[in-house]
């Protein structure tokens, strides 16, 4: 699944996320979600979350 829709997205799940700094270099991390960011349905870059560890980032991948 894709990280672009927000019902795909629910706390507590696991994902792959960009942060900021990365988004040149594409590089991801992994991590569970804690709190979604983005209050819209969809977004074209991915819904922003922040993770259980602290870090802030649009979620690329949701691993099953």
Not at 7 to 22: A, E, F, T
Not at 25 to 33: A, M, Y
Request: charge should be positive.
């Amino acid at each position: 699944m894709d990280g672009k829709t927000r019902s795909n997205i629910k706390p507590g799940i696991k994902v792959k996320v960009v942060q900021k700094q990365d988004q040149r270099t594409g590089k991801l991390t992994e991590g569970i979600v804690k709190d979604l960011l983005t209050n819209s349905a969809t977004h074209p870059y991915g819904i922003k979350v922040r993770l259980e560890s602290g870090i802030v980032g649009r979620v690329k991948e949701v691993i099953e």
